[in-house]
């Protein structure tokens, strides 16, 4: 008898059964459930369904960060409704300028290692990092939520990637990333859950990790997992003692509910394995308009750059501001650099440590943290025949706003260097060495 | 019960782009626009020669790509209520069931067919009849097949709210 995956004991755990396999179809109960600036539309299905409140309301979550600050009356009227029935319901909401929803989560431990979160957005894949099984689901689905507190979910099969070797200095989780997605093409996970292991992940600093996770979405996945290593057990641990010490916090409220990291059984059955040696890697560019389309950046050095972007829930954390300040220090940048930082904690810690000093010596310009122009909705939408280089996760045609920007996939390196020289190049050209 | 079904055969991860092009999403509404547009940049003559009852075959990994519902919705006002591949992505398999539209998962079946053949499916005894073979999948598990004859998700919770009061 085979043992079981981490989705197969997650999965379980949420439907209350004992043992389910890949292919079972459950009714599942997440322990969180989560919607974004989307929340008014899906209000507007909930209330088609007949349903008055939101079951389990404690397990809601809002963020308002697609188009923050509101760009226009619409989306500031958008965001009032969606306030408005925030205080209604009772659900706990974050303001503009908190940050993004999967980054904001994540920094609240508002959703634990073993745990089940479902949000209306493709790049749930994210809680992953944490050793939680996050999915993304649509408006329909997330009303159906609301309305009742389940959904159901067919138990997804698990493909299994092992990164070998510890990666060359300069090469990023990023890298790596868009190095998988060149190998095994967008679509590569087919729908199935991710397990991301291998000793290249102790190499990974804690900001790194959420990467892989959060693109797999571009990979097709259905969720990701890490197995929750200490590191990021101490930051579920430090981020609830310090919400308990909160003021207006209840100790016996839902969000202090005990939780269980869950493990893989080492002969649980996998669909497909894959392992990558990252130890030669070079730095990774993705080219329009798709993620899958990458090449080692030495490859198109020499492309002029009008844009250079560090943000979003891929590359908006504290790591990809201090990669991209330690390329910028103490020069001036040719080509406009855009900082959006992921979360106000991202911020508040970039505006304490120097970084964004740095940053903004160099000629960065220092925007609300949320998603940026990255939907294609405000602040920093190219004009059409720019080229932009941005450390997010999509590049697919008019993803910026317009079909005709070409648009780059990153490092944070990379991308600042290429603020630097107007021009993509490797950063290695302008600190003279990566090597720490 | 048995019943006769022209079929659409296609290959393998067919994506919802061509499937229903994502230039259409907000702009078209009636169920007639989103018809008209389905399958568009995969097989052009599928919208106008499509007739109610109709079933699509497929390979692998059909509907790959984007969550959008139109996906499935845009076969289904075209008059498709069952689709057989060989296996589906995830999201669009959701998509079906909450759309009240059949997704069947049979392996051996879309490279014995070509467009314009007929099956016989007999959905009651989970077989599908082709050239003197019988293929039988598996039913959808209790709760999803509550969920499908309902409708799909909202008509079934429309339902349930509606009993509740
Ligand atoms: S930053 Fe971009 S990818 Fe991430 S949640 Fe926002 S819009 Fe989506």
């Known amino acids: ?436 | 019960m048995t019943n006769t079904h022209r079929c659409w055969v296609y290959g393998d991860n067919v994506n919802t782009d061509v499937i229903f092009p994502g230039k259409y999403t907000y702009t078209l509404k009636t169920p007639e626009e989103i018809a008209s547009k389905a399958l568009e940049d995969l097989d052009p003559t599928f919208a106008t020669q499509v007739k109610a009852g109709d079933v699509i075959v497929a390979g692998r990994n059909w509907g790959m790509g984007s969550s959008r519902e139109q996906g499935v919705t845009s076969l289904k006002y075209a008059g498709v209520n069952c689709i057989i591949a060989e296996s589906f992505s995830g999201l669009y398999f959701r998509n079906c069931i909450n759309q009240g539209v059949l997704p069947i998962v049979c392996t051996g079946l879309h490279l014995t067919l070509h467009t314009g053949d007929s099956i016989e499916l007999d959905i009651a005894n989970h077989t599908i009849i082709s050239g003197g073979n019988h293929y039988s999948f598996s039913p959808l598990s209790p709760s999803v097949q509550k969920i499908f004859d309902a409708g799909g998700l909202l008509p079934m919770l429309q339902k349930q709210f509606a009993a509740a009061k």
């Open chain 1, 1 to 436: 008898m085979t043992g079981y995956t981490f989705v197969e004991k997650t999965l379980a755990r949420a439907a209350g059964r004992v043992n389910v396999r890949a292919g079972d179809i459950l009714d599942i109960q997440p322990d969180v459930m989560f919607s974004h600036d989307n929340t008014a539309a899906i209000r507007r299905i909930f209330e088609k369904i007949g349903a008055q409140n939101i079951s389990r309301p404690e397990r809601a979550v809002f963020t308002l960060d697609h188009a923050v600050p509101a760009p226009t009356t619409e989306h500031a009227q958008n965001h009032a409704e969606i306030r408005q029935w925030a205080k209604a319901q009772g659900i706990r909401q974050f303001e503009v300028g908190r940050g993004i929803c999967h980054q904001v989560i994540s920094e609240e431990a508002l959703v634990l290692p073993g745990e089940v979160i479902l949000g209306s957005d493709s790049h749930t894949t994210h809680f992953g990092w944490l050793g939680a099984f996050g999915m993304g689901v649509g408006r329909t689905e997330m009303a159906a939520l609301w309305a009742t507190g389940q959904l159901w979910i067919r138990v997804p099969e698990t493909f299994r990637i092992t990164l070998i070797g510890k990666p060359p200095a300069g090469v990023t989780a990023k890298d790596i990333t868009l190095r998988l997605m060149k190998d095994k093409s967008v679509g590569g996970g087919a729908y199935r859950a991710i397990e991301i292991c291998g000793e290249t992940l102790q190499h990974w600093s804690i900001d790194e990790l959420p990467v892989m996770p959060n693109m797999m979405a571009e990979f097709g996945a259905m969720s990701a997992y890490i197995a929750p290593d200490e590191r990021v057990l101490e930051y579920v641990h430090a981020r609830r003692a310090r919400a308990v010490q909160a003021a207006d916090s209840d100790p016996a409220s839902y969000r202090f509910r005990p939780y269980e990291p869950l493990y893989p059984d080492t002969d649980a059955d996998y669909d497909e394995d894959y392992a990558l040696d990252v130890s030669t890697l070079q730095p990774q560019i993705a080219l329009p308009h798709q993620p899958d389309n990458v090449v080692n950046l030495s490859e198109v050095a020499g492309q002029p750059i009008q844009q250079a972007l560090i943000g979003t829930c891929t590359g908006g954390r504290l790591s990809d501001l201090e990669a991209a300040a330690a390329v910028v220090k103490g020069k001036h940048i040719r080509s406009r650099l855009l900082i959006i930082p992921a979360s106000s904690e991202v911020l508040l810690e970039a505006t304490r440590n120097g970084t964004l000093a740095t940053l903004i010596e160099a000629g960065a310009a220092i925007s609300t943290p949320g998603c940026g122009p990255c939907m294609g909705n405000h602040m920093g939408v190219p004009a059409s025949g720019e080229a932009t280089i941005m450390s997010g996760s999509r590049n697919f045609k008019g993803r910026l706003g317009t079909t005709d920007a070409p648009t780059y996939l990153s490092n944070p390196y990379v991308v600042a260097a290429c603020a630097v020289a107007g021009k993509i190049i490797d950063p290695a050209e302008i600190i003279g060495t990566m090597e720490a």
